[in-house]
């Protein structure tokens, strides 16, 4: 049987750099790893033996497939985690203006599903304190597409925004911005330190490397701290959203 997942979310508290207040954090969640189709359709044999693995798997992504065609064709999706539909952003000037990918993209938007509120509404949350000061990442912006969390655009500029997240440190091969390979994170791809466009502890401005197409976490590596000491040791973060660089 596979092991009982527990509905509790852990939550570490950060400085909150929006207020002034000394005594002032915000809550993140900590994931405990990612659920991608193999993973549900192992613990689906271990419960449901009848049943095998590679057709599990096979008939998961089979329903992406079908998913990600019927949202490109103009339709709602509805699968009981999320209700999504197709969007369109960027301004259209003219009631004859046309679809221009430089000025428009095409995008998807995600709102819960009843039952998953439910699920999450029931959940045990536990406070474990203030987290070990270091970066943190809490939004990367895909400047070309204007997609949050979501892609990365070979040769344009990405945003990384969050809290001391300024690049310094004593070793240039160490510390930096970071993309590791989701699927087999000992490739891991350096920023160019003249790609570094913002370096500031609230946002860094990169322009993004170029990149294979397929998914990957962003890690920033530092040795910046509040102080105008540098940290003993590089400390690092790596965002736990997969972000996506389209074929």
């Known amino acids: 049987m596979a092991q009982t997942l527990s509905t509790r979310l852990n939550v570490s508290l950060y400085d909150n750099p929006l207020t002034p207040e000394p005594d002032d954090y915000t809550g993140k969640v900590q994931l405990n790893g990612v659920f991608s189709n193999e993973t549900i359709a192992s613990r689906i044999v271990q419960e449901r033996t009848e049943y095998r693995l590679e057709t599990i798997v096979n008939i998961l992504n089979l329903a992406d497939d079908m998913k990600r065609t019927a949202l490109a064709s103009g339709y709602a999706v509805n699968d009981g985690v ?15 203006a046309q679809f221009d990918s430089k000025l428009h993209s ?3 938007t995600l709102t819960a599903s009843a039952a998953l509120r439910s ?10 304190g203030v987290a070990t000061t270091g970066p943190v990442i809490n939004k990367v912006t895909d400047v070309y597409t204007a997609q949050e969390n979501t892609s990365i655009t070979p040769g344009r500029n990405l945003k990384i925004s969050g809290q001391r997240l300024k690049i310094v440190g004593d070793d240039p091969s160490v510390v930096g911005v970071w993309f590791v390979n989701a699927l087999d994170t000992t490739q ?7 790609d ?5 502890p609230s946002l860094l401005t990169i322009v993004a490397p170029a990149l294979a197409s397929g998914d990957y ?9 509040t102080s105008n000491v540098l940290t003993k040791e590089p400390r690092s973060y790596r965002f736990e959203v997969v972000l996506n660089v389209p074929v």
């Open 82 to 96: 999320a209700q999504m539909y197709p969007s369109v952003s960027g301004r259209f000037v003219g009631a004859q």
């Open 106 to 108: 095409v995008g998807v």
């Open 119 to 128: 699920a999450m509404a029931s959940t045990t949350v536990v406070v474990q």
């Open 188 to 194: 891991r791809t350096q920023v160019d330190s003249r």
């Open 196 to 200: 570094l466009v913002d370096n500031n």
């Open 217 to 225: 976490y962003v890690e920033v590596v530092t040795q910046f701290s």
